[in-house]
């Protein structure tokens, strides 16, 4: 991503983001088919852990949340739901064409297309499904960018809250359901 | 110093007075009762012969502190009880002021025949009342019972005739102490069983789940404390100052006391009728003092007949108006009755736990002396006994006390709009009575040696038997 | 004023208050108060005249250290809980009943205390015994009453009997002569001890007479579990402290075989307080009521007040006799918050409520502080007592009770937990959106409590001192104190440095959270719901079965209820068979049931004679 | 075989079915009148086929019918049995038969979103089941377009800038 | 007890939070290559601590503070009594019941808080740590129990002292060598390591009480289980198998102790919590009952080295 502007991070910032870097941890929301691609990523062939990254059990404790694959409306207010759980500064990995632009579904009644019109994607892992090399890259991406101050996406959820909220309501209605099975 | 043969013929002769004074009879059958208790404080103590035969040739009739603890006891619940219920009483008028006279002959005489005859007057009193139930077949079966039980007292007679040559009492109770006492095996079950019957004791007691099971505030009172206490005395009488038995006899006649006990305290604790608890508890009282008498504790267990029957007065009498009123006695019906009538509850109360043996009251003072007296003999056995059968008797007390005083369901707070309502259960008069002998019951027991001295004074009882324990001697420090 | 005197006071007083409660019910109620606060000023103020001995009629009082001890424990549990009476008085049935009978139990409770001969002590032990009884009975439960009284009467009995063999034997009921007497016959020196000292069991809870614990504290009025479990149940250690010292145990059963140099009566009395430490904690584990819970706790800790005394020595029997304190201020605690918090929302069960925490936080400080204690954990004084126990134990080598206090010391962090967690935390239900913290007057005993409590653990010398005392008039050596410090052979304790280390420990990490960043406030519905939407905080309240798992391991064990159930059964079927047999109403029967008697009668004239 | 061959004259005997067919080994296939529905489901289960596996729905929407499809099986027999029954699409309505197999409801609210059947009688049919919020016609008719319908909801990614230059700032709609 | 002693506890937490984070870095190594895995750095650790003691975090009210801080405070306080090559802060108060349940502040405080989130999870993981602990520590309190009746001290320090000086043989778990047994499986019961690690099941129960927890809280929560660590290992270290002479022998013990109980639980499945007790309850207190027996009854493993 090239973007032109200015490092304007205080030093105690640019320690934390030292930190943050070097510590990812993800809560996978495992939507779709890309979920079987996190095993070999996290196992012995590839070991994530060397970059400092794992999986972790609830997104409050997590920095990344990676969208594995195809979002139906359904699952995106969950998704939504979890993300505003977390605690910033954190970050959303698109992964596979379903999250760019819909991908094989980009027809469905059900599916959305575009995830970055309802949460800020700081990246897209392309690929249908992405191998976990291209999985291992897009990672390297990542942290590269937060060390660098670059994956901002929260702060543009927090800035642009309003557009964000529009998207979703247009596209979902409403975002919390309250029916006969959420009570 | 009256004499105590007033205390027979004035009983008696009012009796017949009193089917002549048809519409005044109630206010006899009270002037007798009264003065049946006044005359107590007058009565000269010792011997009286009657007919100038001195006794062992002629009839006599023996005034000792026994005797009179006795008639206190019987003649005070007596006027007690046909205060409380008078419009009943006056209509047994006759037959009340003669088993009156009866009950004091029972436990004035010093002649078994005499006794038998008094028995008897008592006895068809005791069979006129019963049928105030209206359930003729309990009154046959009573009848049917005490006449086998007179015949076979009339045949132990006989044979104690055939051996001793005497009816008196004291020549009989010398006599027979020099005879061998497996000799007087048969006279002993003989006269035990005409004497069972009317003091409830197993096996003779069957026809008393009919009749107390079915009385009413005046005859529940009358049999189970009048009659019963002075049957009990009688039986005292007989088995440990006239025919003292020993070795095996003595055995089955303690045991038979025991299973008494036993027997109905455990039928008390399954049942759910008060009439029908208090009934079995009595049945079980009187197997104590059977079982105390048998043994010779003659203190201890005039305790506990004097303790059982004004319990039993004032809480047969509440069961009895109970049942008038509300219909049933069915303690699980009543939740909460005592609501409405608090101070009724707290005598009734207070009775109940004096006969568990709570402290304070005066229940406690028999079982302790009921307790030394055994110890004191080395009897290791019947005291624990005696306390497990206690236990059982507290356990279904309170929980009879609690049903009727506390409404509500089982696992919810109570619920004071679920009691069962009415307020009133005796007439002031009755109310008064009832509560009196309780508060008599607590003053016994605050102050238990002057209790005990009472009863025991003026040369105490047969065998010289006194308080087992006096308690102001215990105090600490000594 | 001479103990009579003072009792006789404290019952016209509880007729009065009586008179009070039937003119103004609440009026009433402050008079409980005053009287139970007046009660504890004069027993303390009489810590100078121990030593003396009075008498009263047939009474006999002799005013003694651990009479004091007990009495002081005792009050406090009164008069802390009778500031919640005048709140309570509408609930109850009878409140001027109420009122007569919780004072005259208070009386009946420092007559026994101050008794110097065994009828006294009978005396006043029954009366309390029946004063509580009619108390229990205006709670949830009739049954309760019915059970606490026949349980009770167990003890009662067997005590008699005791109290009347050592009397037939020594001929004196004044106690320590009673006992003394039958030093000569160690026979009848067993029995009397066991029989004796039954009462105390049935009292305290310990198996097999702890089932009426949770029906009578679970179901006893509000006001009145917390004096059942701070108060009443130290009758029964007060039992087993006379039977250990006033009855010289030790000396009498010298002879016998001794397990770890401890007689065996004493042995299998202490087995059973271990085994109602287990017990009692396997129990707490599953309960569902707040109170029962707290009511088989009192199981657990009646085990471990029992075993300290009765190890009658210098560090274990001083953890005992200070764990009764400990455990009588915590119980008394907890059982009131759980009053107050039911006296908000009207129930005691535990998935019924939920995040009380943020509408009464008083009142959950001081639940935590007092199962904290209960617990035995640092800084608070069951901490301390447990410790002495647990330093006796090990001096002793006694392994398997070791083993026991060891599972009801872990265990009871289950088992406080869980209403903690069930009751003060979670979500908060819908329904209790409005509840209010209780008012000053309630919370003052709570806070009184907890405050001491608190003392106890830091300062614990203020109660050992009078412990030494006990330990002194009994006979053994004394546990060493010194100024801050409890020594033992196997080590020492400095509670309040203990203390002041945990507070620098508190201090650098309450440093380290706030000059971090200020963390953002969410409500308690937002939390993780593996995204799914939840908006009924009662479906995301963990509370029902909480320890579910484990308590499945011992789901079939069997209930000491239903043997008591089965011999009652067992009784009336007895009576069903005699009323058959000999009261059917048939006359047949019974001439042949008299025939039967006759034919008894000659064979014993005739053959056995 | 034997027991399919007499389920099979039962069937035909009891039900008086339009036509029957056996479309794969243990399992037959009967077309009912929409009428003989309740009374069919009735005997079969009588007859031991207590599971309903599905309900579903066929749209022909050239003959403007709706087909149901009630899949039964016994547990006896191993033997499934789908009967089958067309309604006029223009007006769905049909019975519930919640009376014979209750879990049904649920099935019957999954037609009912998906097909607009309606169920007389399930009193659950208008709570929403698996679409949340859905706005538009039952979305397995064929008449229902789902490009149209996710144009209109779903915005589609027009180029590869508008990506990038999100994270310039939100403003570029 | 002065100004010093302040100093020196906080000198000691320094130290065990440096040393002991090091180590679970190391150690998450040694688990990585047991899994043929390259594995984090060695300072991973510090990395995840200090990345989450600066992000935000979320508070779901006062008690849910409170408890963390309360949890740390108390564990901190346990850190500073626990002796180390002789050393103490605070000489004298290393009694082995203080230090055991003045770790139970520490858990209390850290379940407080987990089930003041108001999140089931966190209250099931408490549930079940609670269970877990009832399961480990009765056969291992038996252990304590019989060597503080053999030994006559209940101080931690002393223990350790008194078995230094003979090499191996002097070491408790040679001298009593199935309440050594019994110690380690504790140990591995007390660092919550497999197989006994169900109460933080990520997968099952979103790692349990730490479910809510992000952010500072996330941290202290880190640096809680850095020193409770500390805490249990030093506990079985100093009890068992000597503690050290000089500081550099406790810390090789140390890391060794604690590498072992990495390696068994990197190759052992996970225990259902009912079987956890059940295991506990059948063969760790089995041996440790008859340890017991066997040392009380016969002294031997005490006096014979004597």
Not at chain 1, 64 to 82: A, N, P
Not at chain 2, 432 to 452: K, R, T, Y
């Amino acid at each position: 991503m090239v973007l032109d502007e200015k490092d304007n991070r205080s030093p105690w910032e640019k320690i934390g983001d030292y930190f943050s870097a070097n510590s990812v941890w993800m809560k996978w929301y495992c939507t779709g088919c890309g979920a079987i691609e996190m095993p070999p990523t996290m196992t012995s062939r590839f070991d994530m852990e060397r970059l400092g990254m794992g999986p972790m059990a609830t997104p409050r404790q997590a920095d990344v949340l990676l969208i594995t694959g195809y979002l139906s409306t359904k699952t995106l207010r969950r998704v939504i739901y979890s993300y505003e759980q977390m605690n910033s500064p954190r970050y959303v990995v698109g992964f596979g064409s379903c999250t760019v632009n819909g991908g094989i579904y980009y027809d469905s009644y059900a599916t959305i297309n575009r995830l970055d019109m309802y949460l800020p994607v700081d990246l897209y892992i392309a690929g249908c499904m992405p191998r976990p090399e291209a999985i291992m890259n897009g990672f390297a991406k990542l942290i590269d960018m937060i060390k660098k101050g670059e994956a901002r996406g929260w702060r543009h959820y927090q800035e642009n809250y309003e557009w964000y909220k529009k998207n979703q309501l247009d596209s979902l209605g409403e975002v919390i359901i309250k029916d006969e099975f959420h009570e | 110093m009256l004499n105590p043969v007033l205390t027979i013929a004035i009983p008696l002769g009012l009796s017949f007075l009193s089917v002549i004074l048809k519409k005044k009879r109630g206010w006899v059958l009270l002037a007798a009762a009264c003065a049946n208790v006044v005359m107590l404080f007058f009565l000269e103590k010792g011997e009286v012969v009657i007919g100038g035969f001195r006794a062992p040739f002629g009839i006599n009739l023996i005034l000792d502190a026994y005797a009179l603890a006795g008639m206190a006891v019987a003649g005070t619940l007596f006027l007690a009880a046909v205060l409380v219920s008078r419009d009943k009483a006056e209509r047994f008028s006759t037959v009340l002021l003669a088993a009156l006279a009866g009950i004091n002959g029972m436990l004035l005489t010093g002649d078994l025949f005499n006794l038998f005859v008094f028995m008897e007057i008592t006895a068809i009193s005791a069979y006129l009342l019963s049928s105030a139930g209206k359930k003729p077949e309990h009154s046959f079966n009573y009848l049917v019972l005490g006449s086998v039980g007179s015949v076979f007292y009339l045949l132990g007679l006989i044979l104690l005739y055939s051996m001793t040559g005497t009816l008196n009492m004291a020549e009989m109770s010398r006599l027979a102490g020099s005879m061998e006492p497996a000799a007087l095996a048969v006279p002993v079950f003989l006269i035990f069983t005409g004497i069972a019957v009317e003091a409830k004791l197993i096996p003779a007691g069957g026809w008393v789940r009919g009749v107390l099971g079915n009385s009413d505030s005046l005859t529940g009172a009358l049999f189970a404390s009048v009659y019963s206490g002075a049957a009990l005395f009688v039986f005292g009488r007989i088995f440990a100052d006239v025919l003292l038995s020993e070795g095996a006899v003595q055995i089955v006649l303690i045991l038979l006391g025991l299973l008494t006990f036993a027997f109905g305290e455990a039928a008390a604790f399954r049942q759910t009728s008060i009439r029908r608890i208090l009934l079995y508890s009595s049945i079980g009282q009187s197997g104590l003092a059977a079982m105390l008498f048998a043994t010779g504790l003659i203190f201890p267990a005039v305790l506990v007949i004097i303790s059982n029957s004004v319990s039993k007065f004032v809480m047969f009498t509440t069961a009895g108006k109970i049942t008038e009123i509300h219909g049933t006695d069915d303690y699980r019906e009543l939740g909460g009755l005592f609501r409405g009538n608090r101070l009724i509850g707290t005598a009734f109360t207070i009775s109940a736990l004096s006969l568990t043996g709570i402290p304070l009251l005066f229940g406690f003072y028999a079982k302790l002396n009921v307790l030394a007296a055994y110890f004191n003999g080395r009897n290791y056995f019947l005291p624990a006994v005696i306390l497990i059968l206690a236990m059982v008797e507290g356990a279904y007390f309170i929980r009879l006390l609690i049903r009727l005083w506390t409404p509500g369901k089982e696992g919810e707070e109570p619920d004071a709009g679920a009691a069962t309502k009415g307020t009133g259960l005796f007439k002031p008069v009755g109310a008064a009575v009832v509560f009196i002998l309780s508060m008599a019951i607590l003053a016994a027991g605050l102050l238990p040696d002057h209790a005990g001295e009472f009863i025991s004074s003026d040369g105490g009882l047969p065998g010289g038997d006194a308080p087992s324990i006096n308690l102001s001697l215990t105090k600490g420090g000594q | 004023m001479s103990i009579a005197v003072f009792l006789a006071i404290l019952i016209i007083l509880a007729a009065a208050s009586f008179f009070v409660t039937a003119a103004n019910k609440k009026a009433g109620g402050f008079a409980t108060v005053a009287v139970s606060l007046f009660a504890l000023a004069m027993v303390l103020s009489m810590k100078g005249s121990v030593g003396g001995e009075q008498s009263f009629m047939y009474l006999g009082f002799s005013i003694t250290t651990v009479g004091w001890y007990f009495s002081v424990v005792m009050l406090t549990a009164y008069s802390m809980t009778s500031f919640f009476n005048p709140f309570w008085m509408k609930k109850m049935i009878y409140p001027a009943g109420y009122n007569f009978l919780y004072l005259v139990s208070m009386a009946g409770t420092i007559g026994m205390f101050f008794a110097g001969d065994f009828i006294t002590l009978f005396i006043f032990w029954e009366t309390v015994v029946w004063s509580s009884a009619f108390i229990i009975q205006q709670g949830k439960s009739r049954k309760a009453s019915y059970v606490y009284y026949v349980l009770s009467a167990v003890g009662s009995m067997a005590t008699l009997f005791a109290i009347m063999l050592a009397y037939s034997v020594s001929g004196t009921f004044v106690i320590r002569d009673a006992f003394t007497g039958l030093a000569g016959s160690p026979g009848t020196a067993l029995v009397v001890f066991l029989a004796f000292i039954l009462s105390g069991l049935s009292k305290m809870g310990i198996f097999p007479f702890h089932v009426w614990l949770p029906e009578a504290h679970g179901s006893a009025p509000h006001t009145f579990s917390p004096v059942l479990s701070g108060g009443l149940v130290k009758m029964g250690a007060f039992i087993a402290f006379l039977s250990v010292t006033a009855f010289p145990a030790y000396e009498i059963f010298g002879d016998m075989l001794k397990i770890m140099g401890i007689p065996a009566p004493i042995y299998f009395l202490m087995l059973l307080g271990a085994l109602s430490i287990i017990i009692g904690t396997l129990m707490a584990i599953k309960q569902e009521d707040a109170k029962r819970l707290l009511a088989y706790s009192s199981v657990a800790n009646g085990g471990y007040i029992l075993i300290g005394i009765l190890m009658l020595d210098q560090v274990g029997f001083a953890g005992g006799m200070m764990h009764l304190m400990n455990h009588a201020l915590a119980s008394a605690a907890a059982f009131l918050a759980i009053a107050a918090v039911a006296y908000r929302t009207g129930t005691t069960k535990m998935s019924e409520m939920g995040g009380m925490i943020h509408r009464m936080p008083v009142t959950y400080l001081v639940y935590l502080i007092s199962i904290i204690s209960m617990a035995g954990i640092p800084p608070m004084g069951g901490f301390v007592s447990k410790w002495l126990v647990f330093q006796g134990l090990a001096d002793k080598g006694l392994l398997f009770i070791a083993a026991a206090a060891f599972f009801g010391s872990i265990g009871s962090f289950m088992y406080v937990f869980r209403p903690l967690s069930a009751v003060f935390l979670g979500q908060l239900f819908t329904r209790d959106k409005d509840v209010r913290e209780v008012g000053f007057f309630m919370m003052f005993p709570m806070v009184v409590l907890t405050l001491l409590t608190l003392a106890a653990g830091v300062f614990p010398n203020i109660i050992l001192r009078v412990v030494t005392e006990i330990q002194k008039s009994a006979g053994i050596e004394p546990v060493t104190l010194a100024r801050n410090t409890i020594v033992t052979t196997n080590g020492f304790l400095d509670a309040f440095r203990v203390f002041i280390v945990f507070g620098f420990g508190f201090a650098i990490a309450f440093v380290l959270f706030i000059v971090r960043r200020k963390s953002r406030k969410v409500g308690l519905m937002d939390t993780y719901t593996s995204a799914e939407f939840i908006h009924t905080p009662e479906l995301l309240h963990y509370s029902h079965s909480f320890y579910a798992p484990f308590e499945r391991l011992y789901d079939k064990a069997p209930d000491t209820m239903n043997m008591y159930k089965k011999i009652s059964a067992g009784i009336a079927e007895l009576g069903g068979l005699v009323e058959a047999v000999f009261y059917g109403g048939k006359p047949a029967k019974t001439i042949f049931w008299i025939m039967a008697a006759g034919m008894v009668f000659f064979l014993a004239g005739g053959v056995f004679r | 075989m034997n027991s399919m061959n007499s389920m099979i004259s039962d069937i035909k005997a009891a039900l008086s079915p339009l036509e029957t067919s056996e479309p794969a080994f243990r399992q037959i296939a009967a077309v009912v009148k929409p009428d003989g529905i309740h009374g069919a489901l009735a005997y079969l289960k009588n007859k031991g086929f207590t599971q309903l596996c599905i309900l579903t729905c066929i749209d022909w929407i050239e003959d403007s019918q709706f087909e149901l499809v009630y899949i039964l099986f016994s547990w006896t027999d191993g033997i499934h049995i789908q009967l089958r029954a067309r309604i006029d699409r223009e007006k769905p309505f049909f019975t519930t038969v919640t009376d014979i197999f209750p879990g049904a409801r649920y099935y019957e609210r999954e037609v009912h979103e998906f097909f607009g059947v309606e169920f007389c009688g399930n009193e659950d049919l208008y709570k929403p089941l698996f679409l949340e919020l859905w706005d538009d016609i039952p979305p397995l008719r064929k008449d229902f377009d789902p490009q149209a319908y996710s144009d209109s909801k779903f915005p589609m990614r027009e180029n590869a800038n508008e990506f990038l230059s999100m994270t310039g700032g939100g403003d570029d709609e | 007890m002065n100004a010093m002693n302040f100093v020196y506890g906080f000198l000691v937490l320094v130290a065990v939070f440096i040393f002991q984070t090091t180590l679970t870095g190391i150690n998450r190594k040694v688990t990585a290559r047991l899994q043929k895995r390259y594995g984090a750095r060695w300072y991973q650790q510090f990395l995840d601590i200090f990345k989450a003691m600066r992000k935000d975090s979320t508070s779901h009210g006062w008690v849910f503070d409170f408890g963390v801080i309360m949890a740390l405070g108390g564990i901190m306080a346990t850190v500073i009594f626990i002796p180390v090559a002789g050393f103490e802060a605070f000489p004298g108060l290393d009694n082995v019941f203080v230090i055991s349940y003045l770790l139970a502040v520490g858990m209390l405080g850290m379940a407080m808080s987990a089930a003041g989130s108001g999140n089931p999870w966190a209250s099931i993981g408490v549930a079940r740590a609670l269970t877990n602990m009832l399961a480990y520590d009765i056969p291992l309190m038996i252990v304590i129990f019989t060597m503080i009746f053999a030994f006559d001290s209940a101080s931690v320090g002393e223990l350790a002292a008194m078995q230094q000086g003979m090499g191996v043989l002097g070491w408790n778990a040679v001298r009593m060598p199935l309440g050594g047994i019994v110690a380690v499986i504790a140990l591995l019961g007390m660092l919550g390591k497999k197989p006994f690690d169900s109460f933080i099941a990520p997968a099952e129960i979103a790692s349990g009480p730490m479910v809510e927890y992000g952010g500072k809280h996330l941290g202290f929560m880190f640096i809680l289980h850095e020193f409770m660590t500390f805490i249990e290992v030093s506990l079985i270290l100093n009890l068992f198998f000597g503690g050290g002479a000089t500081i550099w022998e406790y810390m090789l013990k140390y890391a060794v102790l604690y590498t072992f109980t990495t390696i068994i639980s990197g190759v052992m499945p996970r225990f259902k919590i009912d079987q956890a007790v059940k295991y506990f309850y059948r063969v760790p207190l089995a041996m440790a009952v008859v340890q017991g027996l066997v040392v009380i009854f016969t002294g031997l493993g005490v006096k014979i080295w004597f």
